[in-house]
């Protein structure tokens, strides 16, 4: 998740061809600097490869991505905040971000969630994300937290609202821990079996 990105504007929601044309640019540069990070190391990639790669102007990286730590870092966290305000209003805090991770998915390919743990491993992995990336997560927590407060009628700053946000994250994160070591977990179905263990408390069997 990343709390750097908006997502693009559209007319009622549908995006125009200009717009289609920009998040398809997009995504191949993304796919392409992923693609280069695994093979060479992060490190080791410029942003003049990942360029050349794509078949863009380095400066249209840059304007798709204004660091090269953003090109880790942006990923589907504008979709989930749209499939979170979709959610019925009845529904607890943890099940309305359950739910909405469940319409996120859905509608992921096998390869969009192999390029998301490539990310997860990556902002887990490389020392010079590693500060990005907890600016990152504060991001998301304080998005998280505004948006559940205005669900609930509550101010962001709401010391209830607060706790079920950094629940919610740190159990997010502790499975991203986890699906970095075993690549071959079934994400999203570890994740809202984790999310359903939170919206019931949290029980530890005896």
Known sequence: MSGREEPLPG???????????????????????LRLFRDQGYAAT???QIAEAAEVAP???????????DLVLMDQFPPFMEALQAVPPDLN???????????????QSAEELADSLERE????????LWAAGLENVTGVVRTLQQHLAAREGRSPDDPEIRNVAGAIVGVIIALW?????????DGPAELDKALTH?????PVRR
């Open 93 to 107: 805090p943890v099940h309305a971000v359950r739910a909405a991770m469940l319409a996120v998915t859905a509608q």
């Open 177 to 185: 821990f986890d699906w970095v070591r075993n690549p071959d977990m």
């Open 198 to 202: 939170l919206d019931a408390g949290l």
């Open 11 to 33: 007319e009622c929601g549908v995006m125009s061809l200009r717009e289609r044309k920009k998040a398809k640019t997009r995504a191949l540069i993304q796919k392409e600097a």
């Open 46 to 48: 410029t942003v003049e």
């Open 121 to 128: 491993k990556l902002m887990l992995t490389v020392p010079e």
């Open 59 to 69: 400066s249209t990286v840059f304007r798709y991505f204004p660091t090269k730590e």
